[in-house]
């Protein structure tokens, strides 16, 4: 898409995005961008410090969460929590296969235990 910019982002008040990786790089910018676009955004990081430190810098409707994606006890906790929390969340913001997101929010289920 030639010319595209991040004033092309519609307005996300009312939406909850998880995005993973959100405390440097590509996920950085883009819970930037979905924050100040009025999206709540849930960093899911590693290391929670550095998320904490990346909320203050993003600004707006932002939380930080631990995720270790390499543990599957993290990501079932993780899980647990956000459904518990956020019953329903928009598609994530992937970086990879945009092409296969679904339109409006997605229901949260508990993890299976």
Do not use: C, Y
Not at 23 to 51: D, I, M, Q, W
Not at 63 to 81: G, N, P
């Amino acid at each position: 898409m030639t010319g595209w910019t991040t004033d092309h982002i519609p307005d996300q008040h009312g939406r909850v995005a998880v995005v993973t990786g959100a405390n440097s790089g590509l996920g950085l910018v883009t819970a930037t961008e979905l924050a100040s676009h009025g999206a709540h955004v849930v960093l899911a990081v590693r290391h929670t410090p550095a998320g904490k430190e990346a909320a203050r810098r993003i600004g707006g409707d932002v939380e930080v969460r631990e995720l270790d994606l390499a543990s599957l006890a993290s990501v079932r906790t993780f899980a647990a929590k956000l459904a518990g929390d956020h019953p329903a969340i928009d598609p994530p913001a992937r970086r990879r296969n945009a092409g296969r997101q679904r339109p409006g929010p997605t229901p949260v289920s508990p993890a299976p235990t």
